[in-house]
């Protein structure tokens, strides 16, 4: 019995700052959140409307990247990810995900990369050349 | 007498331990999670899970984005001043859900449920938009038999805008319970649950117009 109330602090104080797979946000997170994805929105359709760097290569990767900062910006203060929720499980399973993601995304566009430089048209010598 | 005290007991200690529970909901340690019983966890590697079919359009996207089969091009198609729009209701309605949930913290019913019929509201917006988008580009011929990069498009932003319609039928449902049977715990956790997934389809959406749309129009 005298362990009780140990046990029920323990939990109050566990409850305080554990909040399952979502925690809750505040209102100022939830601002804070709002305001970088606004602006984080903006730059890359104004980088592209305006043609404000005049090199495609150029601007394709600011709107890769800030896309890529906006992800973790709504996984912050949207999705309230943290190393701690579920005893880390989440963090893990996002973690395989991301992983399994970028294979997927990056081994077909490289593969079917090389193979499209691979199949293009030749032209008549160049078979020649090739023949045994 | 004495049986019926110990009896007693065991009963007083059974009701502290389920008040302890009830009490403190999820958060005891490794077994805790009393009151979600690992539903947030089990819901998030569903989300994980549709991430991945996400990440398999995406990737059939771009290898097929560049096959315009002597059709029309994201530069002769995209109208970018209507996908900014539409990324901005779907901003808007990331963050009314953010509010509806500092109102359920705060077990205010009429507020959440205000606020959830905003989001439905941006929701609703951000389809309607994408509705007039796809029936515009019908209307010029880009239909998605027209070609791969026409067929991978709809395909992948098609999913996403069915999934906002399931998440937009999904807050409806949510509505009615919470005004029939008020914030109880099972309504709590599945509004955190939608909360999830209504945030996690605006991340999705941050892939399709950054990938789809804007280096599409780059290329």
């Known amino acids: 019995m005298s362990s009780a109330p140990n046990a029920a602090n323990a939990a109050a104080r566990d409850g305080a700052d554990h909040h399952g797979g979502a925690a809750h946000g505040s209102f100022r997170g939830y601002m804070i959140g709002f305001l970088l994805s606004v602006v984080l929105t903006i730059i890359p359709f104004w980088l592209v409307m305006g043609d404000v760097f005049g090199n495609n290569m150029v601007t394709a990767v600011f709107v890769l990247e800030l896309g890529v900062v906006q992800i973790f910006v709504h996984m912050y203060y949207f999705l309230h990810m943290n190393t701690k929720s579920e005893g880390g499980w989440t963090m893990m399973a996002l973690i395989f995900t991301v992983v399994i993601v970028l294979i997927a995304l990056i081994g077909s566009m490289w593969v079917m990369h090389h193979l499209n430089t691979h199949m293009m048209p030749m032209s008549p010598e160049h078979m020649m050349h090739q023949m045994p | ?219």
Not at chain 2, 172 to 178: D, N, P, T
């Open chain 2, 1 to 219: 007498m004495a049986h019926t005290a110990s009896t007693l007991e065991v009963d007083s200690t059974d009701v502290k331990f389920y008040v302890e529970d009830d009490g403190h909901g999820h958060g005891e340690g490794e077994h805790g999670h009393a009151s979600d019983g690992g539903t947030m966890l089990g819901f998030w590697i569903y989300l994980m899970s549709d991430c991945l079919i996400f990440a398999c359009l995406f990737a059939t996207h771009a290898v097929l984005g560049r096959n315009y089969a002597a059709g029309p091009s994201p530069a002769d198609l995209f109208d970018l001043k209507l996908i900014l729009v539409s990324t901005f209701m779907l901003l808007l309605s990331s963050i009314t859900y953010g509010f509806a949930m500092l109102e359920m913290d705060k077990d205010r019913v009429k507020p959440t449920l205000v606020w959830l019929a905003v989001t439905f509201f941006f929701g609703g917006c951000f389809l309607g938009l994408e509705l007039y988008e796809f029936s515009h580009l019908f209307h010029e011929g880009a239909t998605p038999q027209r070609s791969a990069f026409l067929s991978s498009f709809f395909t992948l932003v098609g999913t996403h805008g069915l999934h906002v319609t399931f998440g937009m039928i999904w807050m409806i449902v949510l509505g009615v319970q919470v005004w029939q049977r008020g914030l109880i715990p099972d309504n709590k956790r599945r509004l955190m649950c939608l909360s999830m997934f209504w945030h996690f389809l605006d991340v999705v959406w941050i892939g399709v117009f950054s990938f789809v749309y804007l280096m599409g129009v780059l290329q």
